[in-house]
């Protein structure tokens, strides 16, 4: 199975197990140790279902002559509709951090730490000129002028710039500016959240190349990304089949959900965390 920068096979064994071995493509080395940092700092964390590593190698260096990682198979149908998954992004959230940036590890310690994100470009992939890394951040403030910064260079004048600027400096929460941070799934969609067909419960949350700490209202507590496809109208247009009223119910319950495990301030995050949301990926597209 191909997946964006990774082949993953199945490895079946005669006792009944499953693993599987994902190994990235050329030039796709570098998801590889972000998805190690991702997956062991959740797991060394939290009681949140990640599939256990069994063997992983960040270079070529081995028998097998390229980067890989070997893990259990992750039993389950993606989830689409259920939102029993709030209460892992509850505990999830509770993974703070003082700083805006790219989750990284020591490898002399093991400690984790966040550092700057190593690529302006993939945060802001429309953005034109050199590549550098930028961050870490300190305020919810810093992060969103700095991705607005990006989009200028090399840029006319465009008048979506100066809106950006305005939605920036009025539409955001003031109350999550100074943090604390919580951690980010790089992809929280759909496909990469698996449940038990008969209970309903989450069984694996996977593939955590990129992880980062972001605001508040960008992190664990917002919402998952299928729940907002008619708040972005470049997604929108490949997801007209889900229906607006769903939607908003939909996110009714997963609120709603939040609040059980978490309280009303956590409820509160994500109840808007979605304005963040659509400024965050507007920014990516200028």
């Known amino acids: 199975m191909l997946g964006a920068a990774n082949a993953v096979y199945d490895l079946r064994f005669s006792d009944g197990s499953a693993w599987v071995i994902r190994i990235p493509f ?27 590593v069994h063997s992983y190698a960040l270079d070529s260096n081995n028998a097998l002559g390229h980067p890989y990682m070997i893990m259990d198979f992750a039993q389950g149908t993606r989830l689409i509709d259920v939102c029993h998954l709030a209460r892992h992004m509850v505990q999830l959230s509770s993974l703070e951090f003082t700083d805006i940036g790219q989750l990284e590890r020591d490898d002399a310690t093991g400690e984790h730490f966040i550092a700057a994100f190593s690529s302006r470009l993939k945060q802001c992939p429309m953005a034109k000129g050199p590549d550098y890394a930028i961050g870490p951040f300190r305020t919810q403030n810093e992060f969103f002028k700095a991705l607005l910064n990006s989009a200028r260079v090399d840029a006319p004048p465009w008048p979506e710039l100066a809106l950006m600027e305005f939605f920036t400096s009025t539409l955001l929460d003031p109350r999550y500016n100074d943090g604390p941070f919580t951690l980010c ?56 089949n889900t229906n607006h009223f769903d939607l908003h119910e939909y996110r009714t319950i997963y609120v709603d959900a939040i609040r059980a495990c978490g309280g009303d301030a956590l409820a509160d995050t994500t109840l808007n965390s979605h304005i963040a949301s659509a400024i965050y990926a507007a920014l990516s597209q200028l």
Not at 227 to 233: E, K, T
């Open 185 to 240: 799934h790089p992809d929280f969609d759909c496909q990469n959240v698996l449940i038990d067909n008969t209970t309903g419960e989450v069984t694996a949350i996977i593939d955590w190349d990129g992880s980062c700490a972001l605001p508040r209202q960008l992190g664990a507590l917002s919402y998952p990304s299928w729940l907002i496809v008619d708040r972005n109208p470049w997604v929108y247009e490949s997801s007209k």
């Open 26 to 52: 050329p030039h796709s080395e570098s998801s590889m140790r972000r998805n190690e940092n991702g997956h062991f700092f959740v797991a060394s964390n939290r009681s949140i279902p990640i599939p256990k």
